[in-house]
Structure formats: C-alpha cells, structure tokens
C-alpha cells in the first residue's frame, strides 16, 4: 500500500504561482510513477503531468511551459510547480502513484494510477 497526502493548494490571481507537494508514504518499489492529475467541476478527470523513478516527465499540452514535476526522492514528496496560472486551471489537483514504470504513452491516463491522495482544491481568480 502506499499513502499520499497533498498540500499547497490555495486562491490565486490570474498570472500567479503556487507550489503544490505530495507526501508519499509505505510500500513504494524501485520502480514507479508519479502523476498530478485534476479534476473540475463538470469536467473529466485531466492527466496534468507525471515523472517516474528514472526522472523521465510527460505533461499535458494545456500546461506545457508552465508548469513543473519534480521529486525529492530521499524525502519521498512529489512537487507540481505553477505558473502563469489562468481560471481554467481552478480544480482540486489529486496526486497519484503505482508501482511500475508506465510507458509514456499511459503515463496521464488515471486508470493506470491504484493509488491516490485526497486531493487539494486550487482557485484562480480573473
């Protein structure tokens, strides 16, 4: 099993930043990935950007340039930099984990994901 638990989520104005963090915790293998995924109301679950064990990142078109994975892996915490952040990117942003190292192509898709955090809600304001 393993246990996420996110933080950072905040109200911001358009054109801010906020940095979001993802404790991990328990059974995590060698070999994993790592997904932020988000979700708004009235709308499907997104892939927003993910990274696995070997440090390879993926990340939706809607936040390529803005927005930032990264892992501290001796502290086990995941990390979801934003910037230039718009309304449309006003969801609670959920991290998740599986014990394997995806394949690019799969690696925003959140049925592949067994494990999940309980979500932090992100606002923007125009």
């Known amino acids: 099993q393993v246990q996420l638990q996110e933080s950072g989520g905040d109200s911001v104005q358009t054109g801010g930043s906020l940095r979001l963090s993802c404790a991990a915790s328990?059974?995590?293998?060698?070999?994993?990935?790592l997904g932020w995924f988000r979700e708004a109301p009235g709308k499907e679950r997104e892939g927003v950007a993910a990274?696995?064990?070997?440090?390879?990142?993926i990340y939706a078109d809607s936040v390529k340039g803005r927005f930032t994975i990264s892992q501290d892996t001796a502290k086990k915490v995941l990390y979801l930099q934003m910037t230039s952040l718009k309304p449309d990117d006003a969801a609670i942003y959920y991290c998740?984990?599986?014990?394997?190292?995806?394949?690019?192509?799969?690696?925003?898709?959140?049925?592949?994901?067994?494990?999940w955090g309980q979500g932090t809600q992100v606002t923007v304001s125009s």
């Open positions: 998740a984990a599986v014990n394997r190292r995806l394949q690019w192509w799969v690696l925003l898709k959140g049925y592949q994901y067994p494990y």
């Open positions: 328990g059974n995590i293998y060698s070999d994993y990935s």
């Open positions: 990274i696995t064990s070997d440090n390879y990142t």
